[in-house]
Every structure is written in C-alpha cells, then in structure tokens.
T-cell receptor, first 114, second 114 residues
C-alpha cells in the first residue's frame, strides 16, 4: 500500500524567509509519480509539480524548488523568499504506475506574515 | 475556458436529507473522481469513474452514491446514511491511460449539515 507522510502540520514564517515542506512516501513500486499541490484559501487545488521515480534531478521554478531523494524516500519542497500570497495548504501526493489513485499526505498549512 | 465546475459552492442540509453535488468538466477527460477533505486531513477518495456508465468505490464510499451517464458530468449524492457528511468535497478529472494520472481539480463544494 502506498502512503504519504507530511509530518509538519503548520509552519508560520515572516515574509522573505525560506520555508521547506517535508514529504516522505512509501511504495513498493519501482515506477511511481510524486506531486505537489497548493490549496489557497479559495479551496481549489493547484498543480505545482510532477516527478517520476526515474528522474532525481532537483527542479527549480522561480521561488519554488523541489528536492527528490529516492534513498530517503523524500520529495521536499522549498519556497524561497516567501510572500504573503504563498499562504496556503500544500499537499504532497503519490501515484503508482498506471494506477487511478492519488494518495495524499495530510497537508502542511503555511502562513506567511507580512 | 476549459476546466471543472462544481456547484453549489456552499450547501446546507438538514439531517436525514439526501443532497446532490454537481461536477461538470469540459476538458474531454475520461476519468473523474470525488474526494472528501476534512480539517487536518488529506483528500480521501470517495468514488471514481474511468469511463461513462462505469464507476468504482474508493476508500470511503459508504453513504455516498454516484452516476456517470455523460462524459462531462459526475454528480455525487450524499445520502442520509452518511453519518458525518459535513466536509469539503472536491471533484477532479484526468486522462486515464497516461502513466502518471495527473488530476485537475474543481473549486469544491462545502457541505454543512445543520
């Protein structure tokens, strides 16, 4: 069975601080996909990134970066120089190869204070 | 604009009443999903459908029913058998057969039982 753990329930930072969200996953498949979604106060989930299990290159997109390490089964997400608009709930999710199911972590609530 | 619409945004129900949540998509996706979100928890899968006239139970299907008569529509009925229906409900769609099952989400419906 697949499982995603986001151990941090809430993180509060002051604007311009960096914040790292942890995600640890479990799967028996060798081929799988990892996702990060953002849920702003409006409620809709916004797709941020997808990573497959064969691509361990770190990725940077603007102020967002992701660190994928198969050795520790982690897919961590860092927001650099945080802004108030980054305040949201962030979910990590896992999908196994050709599986319909996305397994979500419990989410981490990020609050960025001005 | 292509996307997923859910209505209504807020819904109030008296105990013992059935209520139906609407989900429509114009992305031409074959697969559709219903999730339930409770505070402090990740998304849990209620039902999913990979093609018209076919659907399967997810992890928490008890007290819910669905239909899939059209590709664009996947309504969810919360029945009186659902003991704790107050929650945020999210609908999603994807293209099945792709290896990574990237899902696109609607804005959600917040159901409150009075």
């Amino acid at each position: 069975a697949q499982k995603v753990t986001q151990a941090q329930t809430e993180i509060s930072v002051v604007e311009k601080e960096d914040v790292t969200l942890d995600c640890v996953y479990e799967t028996r498949d060798t081929t799988y996909y990892l996702f990060w979604y953002k849920q702003p106060p409006s409620g809709e989930l916004v797709f941020l990134i997808r990573r497959n299990s064969f691509d361990e290159q770190n990725e940077i997109s603007g102020r967002y970066s992701w660190n994928f390490q198969k050795s520790t089964s982690s897919f961590n997400f860092t927001i650099t120089a945080s802004q108030v608009v980054d305040s949201a709930v962030y979910f990590c999710a896992l999908s196994e190869f050709n599986d319909y199911k996305l397994s979500f972590g419990a989410g981490t609530t990020v609050t960025v204070r001005a | 604009d292509g996307g997923i619409t859910q209505s209504p945004k807020y819904l109030f129900r008296k105990e013992g009443q059935n209520v139906t949540l609407s989900c429509e998509q114009n992305l031409n996706h074959d697969a559709m999903y219903w999730y339930r979100q409770d505070p402090g928890q990740g998304l849990r899968l209620i039902y999913y459908s990979q093609i018209v006239n076919d659907f399967q139970k997810g992890d928490i299907a008890e007290g819910y029913s669905v239909s899939r008569e059209k590709k664009e529509s996947f309504p969810l009925t919360v029945t009186s058998a659902q003991k704790n229906p107050t929650a945020f409900y999210l609908c999603a769609s994807s293209i099945p057969g792709t290896e990574y099952n990237e899902q696109f989400f609607g804005p959600g419906t917040r159901l409150t039982v009075l």
